[in-house]
């Protein structure tokens, strides 16, 4: 199946053509993704010896003040390898399959490019899309942190609004399972029958004794209302934009696509909405509601939103953090997991702010979400 999207030109060759100044392979490697690691660097090679088409980058992402070519580095090997859908000729899936063996990667890929060049080429010139379940985990154990220190007889019912919410699967947090420890012995939260499965959720077994306290306390959130924005949405329900989503998870990292095909599964029975618009714009349109708690959440977005925009973001969050003061007007929450710097160096955190007060480091996490820790962290770089 070809993108629905019209192709966009998105990465930048030069990335590729200088030696070893592509940083996406090393990430790879980092996030746990032998088989991209693998054929990362022979990717390049062809790419730099002109043996597969390199696409040019469009203006947008030249003008993004974050540019990197980490996007490229690994996606360019990786999208178009499930993508194909029906088409056998590269792996679609892991079995059966030796990833420490680099050339398991890249050979049929490569192969594939020869068979299918504009099939190809029109994957790689739209932007990687993904939108990681797991980071759910972080998002969920932020919301039961804020509506348990509200210290309410009973928990007020949520209005959950995401920002950057890509195809909206983690606006259906609520209706996961979270589990740590082997089968969830040790931890275990939400819906036993979800089709979305957390596990290895916490890396000690069960959550730092806040957040453990907070789940036990609010076991099951009542959700009102779930909205997104994205500058992108893609619809869960719309096989092309679902297969874009599988196309760029990595293929030797079976927990992310079924994590996926569950959330995907869930998105059929619990509706959401992600409207097209910026965070700030969204933001400015976005009022509490008497009765209810609105939380506002984010996760691996806002280093893709210009630094203007991003402070116009933060207005209307001080806005919103004003007047949510109790019952009356409604209560207001700000959750973020995001990578933050911490003395130097990139760590994925969970902040919460509830109303105006100040902002708590929760947790922090790996960034897909789990394996998360309680952290020492209190002061955040900037
Ligand atoms: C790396 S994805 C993360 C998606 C999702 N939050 C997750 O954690 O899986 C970043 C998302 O931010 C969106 N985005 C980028 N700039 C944005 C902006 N200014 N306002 C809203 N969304 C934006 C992108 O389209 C993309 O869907």
Same mark, same amino acid.
């Given at each position: 199946?070809?993108?629905?999207?019209?192709?966009?030109?998105?990465?930048? *060759?030069?990335?590729?053509?200088?030696?070893?100044?592509?940083? !996406?392979?090393?990430?790879?490697?980092?996030?746990?993704?032998?088989?991209?690691?693998?054929?990362?660097?022979?990717?390049?090679?062809?790419?730099?010896?002109?043996?597969?088409?390199?696409?040019?980058?469009?203006?947008?992402?030249?003008?993004?003040?974050?540019?990197?070519?980490?996007?490229?580095?690994?996606?360019?090997?990786? $999208?178009?390898?499930?993508c194909? !859908?029906?088409?056998? $000729?590269?792996?679609?899936? $892991?079995? !059966?399959?030796?990833?420490?063996?680099?050339?398991?990667?890249?050979?049929?890929?490569?192969?594939?490019? #020869?068979?299918?060049?504009?099939?190809?080429?029109?994957?790689? @010139?739209?932007?990687?899309?993904?939108? =990681?379940?797991?980071?759910?985990?972080?998002?969920?154990?932020?919301?039961?942190? /804020?509506?348990? #220190?509200?210290? &309410?007889?009973? *928990?007020?019912?949520?209005? %959950?609004?995401?920002?950057?919410?890509?195809?909206? %699967?983690?606006?259906r947090?609520?209706?996961?399972?979270?589990? #740590?420890?082997?089968?969830?012995? =040790?931890?275990?939260w939400?819906?036993?029958?979800s089709?979305?499965? %957390?596990?290895?959720?916490?890396?000690?077994?069960?959550?730092?004794?806040?957040?453990?306290?907070? #789940?036990?306390? /609010?076991?099951?959130?009542?959700?009102v =209302?779930?909205?997104?924005?994205?500058?992108?949405? &893609?619809?869960?329900?719309?096989?092309?934009?679902?297969?874009?989503?599988?196309?760029?998870?990595?293929?030797?990292?079976?927990?992310?696509?079924?994590?996926?095909?569950?959330?995907?599964?869930?998105?059929?029975?619990? *509706?959401?909405?992600?409207?097209?618009? !910026?965070?700030?714009?969204?933001l400015?349109?976005?009022?509490?509601?008497?009765?209810?708690?609105?939380?506002?959440?984010?996760?691996?977005m806002?280093?893709?939103?210009?630094?203007?925009?991003?402070?116009?973001?933060?207005?209307?969050?001080?806005?919103?953090? @004003?007047?949510?003061?109790?019952p009356?007007?409604?209560?207001?929450?700000?959750?973020?997991? =995001?990578?933050?710097? /911490?003395?130097?160096?990139?760590?994925?955190?969970?902040?919460?702010? %509830?109303?105006?007060g100040?902002?708590?480091?929760?947790?922090?996490?790996?960034?897909?979400?789990?394996?998360a820790?309680? $952290?020492?962290?209190?002061?955040?770089?900037?």
């Open positions: 199946m070809e993108p629905r999207h019209p192709p966009r030109r998105h990465c930048d *060759p030069r990335s590729y053509r200088r030696p070893h100044r592509h940083p !996406g392979p090393r990430s790879c490697a980092e996030l746990g993704s032998p088989a991209v690691r693998g054929a990362a660097d022979p990717a390049a090679e062809d790419v730099r010896a002109g043996r597969v088409p390199a696409p040019t980058p469009s203006r947008r992402w030249r003008a993004r003040p974050d540019r990197r070519p980490w996007d490229c580095g690994c996606s360019a090997p990786c $999208t178009p390898w499930c194909s !859908g029906k088409r056998r $000729t590269w792996p679609c899936t $892991t079995r !059966g399959r030796r990833w420490d063996d680099p050339g398991a990667a890249w050979e049929p890929f490569r192969r594939a490019v #020869a068979e299918h060049p504009d099939h190809i080429a029109g994957w790689m @010139r739209r932007p990687p899309q993904t939108n =990681e379940v797991g980071r759910a985990n972080q998002l969920i154990a932020g919301l039961l942190a /804020v509506t348990d #220190a509200l210290g &309410l007889p009973e *928990p007020p019912p949520v209005r %959950l609004l995401e920002l950057g919410a890509s195809a909206g %699967l983690n606006l947090a609520d209706r996961f399972r979270v589990r #740590a420890g082997p089968g969830g012995r =040790e931890f275990a939400g819906d036993p029958g089709p979305v499965v %957390l596990d290895g959720a916490w890396r000690d077994g069960a959550p730092p004794p806040r957040l453990a306290t907070a #789940a036990a306390r /609010v076991p099951a959130p009542v959700v =209302e779930r909205l997104g924005c994205d500058v992108d949405p &893609l619809d869960p329900l719309d096989p092309a934009d679902a297969l874009a989503l599988r196309a760029y998870l990595w293929p030797d990292l079976p927990h992310r696509a079924e994590r996926l095909a569950g959330a995907l599964a869930l998105a059929r029975e619990v *509706p959401a909405r992600v409207v097209r618009q !910026g965070a700030a714009d969204f400015a349109g976005t009022e509490l509601r008497p009765g209810t708690l609105t939380v506002v959440w984010h996760s691996v806002r280093q893709y939103v210009p630094p203007a925009e991003w402070s116009r973001a933060e207005a209307e969050l001080d806005r919103l953090g @004003r007047a949510g003061r109790g009356g007007s409604g209560w207001f929450a700000h959750l973020a997991f =995001e990578p933050r710097r /911490v003395g130097g160096v990139h760590r994925f955190v969970l902040t919460a702010r %509830l109303g105006d100040p902002q708590e480091v929760l947790a922090e996490a790996h960034p897909w979400g789990l394996d820790r309680a $952290t020492e962290t209190t002061a955040l770089d900037g």
